[in-house]
């Protein structure tokens, strides 16, 4: 089977299952067409109008805006969780949420930044489920990045499991050049909870996925502060994912002729 004209980010297998995220609103003319592989006269199609709402496809931001705040963090190695803007699947059936664009506002450059994404187990206990690339800002201002350079990451989210996004001043195996300094500004007292974790110089912890975060540093569960940093994710809502009609009701494969 194949098909023409499917809404952008879709695409469909030789066995006519369609998979993908939405990428574009609108009114799409779509062609699928089946044959038996044996006799080019023996093939089938339908055309149909399939219509992509805007509520199709949702973009949360987690996280702030990549604007200046009032200080970054006086200590050289930090990793950061934010515990108040975070994503739980309330669909009641799973979801796979692609990790789109990066921002945020850097007060240092030539320092790494690794940004991740974590499963939320409980209070305070996370899992890394997803490790995007590390970026060093060459120039101080604001800064957004996609989550990777190749290709795109996507995490299964089943119904009522919460995530979270957050970063580390630092490589994803905690390592960091010579001097690097902490890159990311916050407002002190803000109105997100962050769970943190520094020190003055050297590792404070390491990341990989499908475990929580290896811990060398202090770690202060609970602080106050609204860091400059966010993290978008692209959920396709999953009530929302099939064209009008019932297509497994339409006739697709071929009439085999005796």
């Known amino acids: 089977m194949s098909a023409t004209g499917l809404p952008d980010g879709l695409s469909m297998d030789v066995s006519g299952n369609i998979s993908g995220v939405f990428a574009k609103e609108g009114s799409f003319e779509v062609t ?3 044959d038996d592989g044996q006799d080019e006269n023996n093939e089938s199609e339908i055309t149909f109008i399939w219509t992509v709402d805007p509520s199709a496809t949702l973009v949360f931001t987690l996280g702030n805006d990549a604007e200046p705040m009032d200080k970054r963090d006086d200590w050289k190695s930090n990793i950061v969780v934010n515990e108040t803007d975070i994503f739980t699947n ?6 796979n949420v692609e990790i789109g664009t990066v921002e945020f506002y850097a007060a240092a450059i030539n320092s ?15 899992t890394v489920i997803a490790i995007g690339d590390t970026r060093q800002a060459s120039v101080m201002g604001a800064q957004s990045f996609p989550f990777v350079d ?10 009522d499991e919460t995530i979270a996004v957050g970063f580390i ?8 050049p ?6 990311v500004t916050f407002d002190e007292g803000g109105t997100d909870e962050v769970w943190y ?3 003055p110089s050297g590792q404070v912890a390491s990341l990989t996925v499908g475990q929580a975060p290896q811990l060398f540093g202090a770690l202060e569960r609970d602080l106050s502060r609204d860091y400059a940093f966010s993290i978008s994710l692209i959920v396709p809502n999953p009530n929302i994912t099939t064209p009008p009609g019932d297509l497994e009701n339409k006739v697709f494969l071929p009439v085999v002729t005796k």
């Open 32 to 34: 699928v067409e089946a």
């Open 150 to 159: 190749t290709g795109t990451i996507t995490v299964p989210v089943q119904p």
């Open 169 to 176: 001043d630092a490589n994803a195996d905690g390592s960091s």
């Open 197 to 199: 974790v520094g020190q």
């Open 112 to 126: 790494p930044v690794t940004p991740f994404v974590v499963k939320v187990n409980g209070n305070n206990n996370f």
């Open 178 to 183: 010579n001097g690097s300094e902490s890159v």
């Open 90 to 95: 309330s669909f009641g059936k799973g979801v």
